[in-house]
């Protein structure tokens, strides 16, 4: 998270970083029952986008999004949510610690090519080990059908996530042809779905690779001022803290000319297919009922005695790691010309920004998923630097000014 302070128009920048790595995995196999050969098709393009990844967090949407791989008639459909492992059939699938789904329901309102509105839903547990339901039950006597290609998307509102920090835990996607098959789910008999696939979810700061799944991303989000030096290694990502200061060299912002900081970065790596897309939550800066205004939801320059607080992204080519498929997406790309972006100059000046355009898009940033800044391909770790502007008129009230900013980064496979 962000913490960014004003007093007597003395604006500083302290970095509290909330390092927000949503890792979507998925991992099925076809097993082997009791006596009985069950092989299912596995569900594609599978995913599930969680609002927060805070431990504990109640009131979480949870997007469930995936693709049929092949022609179903659909009767039931069955969310599993698992402590131990997302393979369908281990009978390992405690309840995470803490989790609960029981305040949710389901809402219907994403576009779906397959819609399931008119089931019946329900939401039990049906594994011990927790203190909560766990699965998702959706069936109805009157099939929905599905072609091959086609989305499957429902929200899940209202989720209690687990409460330990670092906490990894899984879910389980299983659509059945009968709906006896699906109301009469349990651990020990999942009833032979002919769909289903494995995700894998987690609370981390950063996220560690188990060694049942291959999909990884590792992400994190830092603040490395004046000669602070980075320590990484292929399955780490170390944090530095170090304060980030918008102003003059003693923090203090003048309304004549621009603030620059260039000392927030962030880091990532992964190996979904489909890459990853790294989003921000939060809001602009804030004392009780006063505020320095967003520069907008186009990318816009510095405009002289404007009170304005925006950002753009750019890869970071001279970090130790090569950029490695990072693209800005726009309006934070500087309006198409990144290198204008590259080109500006840390502290506080005229032409500091170097004509750079900045944006901050305050409805979709403050919305349920945040506003996506960029995108990264399967590869090795790539750095992004996020260039903030500060900007104050002649009639800003002092105060001590806070935001809040919250970073995500989400896979697809």
Known sequence: MFRLSFYRRYVILHIRLLVVAVLVLSSALPILLTNTASAYTLLGDREIRISSSVADATGVSYLVNFELPAAINIEGLVIAFCDESPIIGDPDCAVPSGFTLASASLDFTEPSDVDLSTFTSGFSQQATGGIGDNVVTLSSASSASGAQGNSVVLTIEGVTNPSAVNESFYARIMLYETQANATGYTVANNNNPEQA?????????????????????????????????????????????????????????????????????????????????????????????????????????????????????????????????????????????????????????????????????????????????????????????LVFLGSISTTTEPGIYQATLEFIATGRY
């Open 197 to 385: 696939g494995g995700i894998a979810l987690s609370t981390a700061q950063t996220i560690t690779i188990e060694a049942k799944v291959q999909e990884r991303i590792t992400f994190c989000v830092f603040a490395a001022a004046g000669t602070a030096t980075l320590d990484y290694d292929d399955n780490d990502c170390s944090l530095i803290l170090d304060p980030v200061v918008l102003g003059d060299e003693n923090g203090v912002l003048d309304s004549g000319m621009p603030s620059i900081s260039k000392e927030a970065k962030f880091n990532i790596t992964t190996n979904a297919s489909a890459g990853a897309t790294i989003r921000v939550k939060g809001d602009t800066l804030r004392t009780g009922s006063f505020s320095i205004d967003e520069i907008g939801d186009t990318a816009a320059t510095y405009s002289a005695g404007t009170e304005q607080f925006g950002f753009c992204v750019y890869s970071d080519g001279t970090s130790p790691f090569a950029p490695g498929g990072l693209t800005p997406l726009a309006p934070y790309d500087s309006g198409g010309t990144p290198a204008n972006c590259v080109d500006t100059t840390q502290g506080q000046g005229i032409g500091n920004d170097n004509g750079a355009l900045f944006a901050f898009e305050n409805d979709i940033i403050t919305s349920t998923y945040g506003s996506s800044i960029a995108t990264k391909t399967a590869g090795d770790w790539s750095t992004g630097v």
